[in-house]
């Protein structure tokens, strides 16, 4: 059983191949092509750009302005996000969450967003 290098689904057969990556469908396959563009770039250079993560002064009011944009939505539920275990009657309201986030992180100007995804993928 493979995995997709997209979504992490276990798949069985009638996987997309794109280079040397495995996709589970069409759709990952389109969305996985940041992956072989990467591939371009060394590794060295590219850990060193991400562990240039930004200091807590910076972030900690990035984070609160987002938190207060999300908290603002009643459709959402902030505490989610740190759930360890998501009841199936939550699924719904636990993605929309998610998908407010990073919403919510896209509509920052560039220089706040850059500092906001360095802080959330370190």
Known sequence: MAICD??????????VRVGRYRFCRQTCADQGRILQA???FPSSA????????????QVNPLLARLASKLKSDSRVDVSLLNSDEVKPERYSTYCLTWISMWTAVLDFPRKDRE????????
């Open 46 to 57: 590219i850990n060193s750009y991400v562990e240039k993560t930004p200091a807590d002064q």
């Open 6 to 15: 997209f979504c992490g689904e276990s798949q069985r057969g009638g996987h």
């Open 38 to 40: 990467l591939d371009a």
């Open 115 to 122: 500092i906001l995804l360095r802080a959330l993928y370190r």
